[in-house]
């Protein structure tokens, strides 16, 4: 019998995205351990450290799990074409990255910190 397809499954109950997210968690130092989409929204809006580089690496990360999720999900369904979660993980970091070299940031050791972690160099503001 196929699952519902809904929020929980597609981004709590899958195997496939919850292992995708795990590692995304990892790498964004996510500390949430929650199985449900409410809680994991109402954790990222609650921990509003406003434009600090942490909160924005943790809401590109999730964003990005997001779209990609639901991406392969449409590629899966409607085009019969499967990725490993390698690819899918390794996909969502390249969006943050370039979504973070982007961005003009102030210089700080947390800028430096991301920096290093995502093997990047971000615009500076002067």
């Not at 496939?16 to 949430?32: G, H, L, P």
């Amino acid at each position: 019998m196929k699952e519902a397809e809904d929020l929980e499954h597609l981004f709590f109950k899958c195997e496939f995205s919850e292992d995708v997210w795990d590692r995304v968690k990892e790498r964004a130092k996510i500390n949430y351990i929650h199985v449900s989409w409410d809680n994991t929204v109402r954790d990222l809006i609650e921990a509003n450290n406003g434009n600090n580089i942490g909160s924005v690496v943790r809401r590109l990360c999730f964003a990005a799990s997001v779209y990609s999720i639901w991406h392969e999900r449409n590629f899966r369904a409607f085009r019969d074409v499967r990725r490993e979660v390698t690819d899918v993980v390794s996909t969502v970091f390249e969006t943050v990255k370039m979504k973070l070299m982007s961005l003009t940031v102030k210089n700080s050791n947390a800028v430096r910190e991301v920096e290093s972690d995502w093997a990047i160099v971000c615009r500076k503001s002067k």
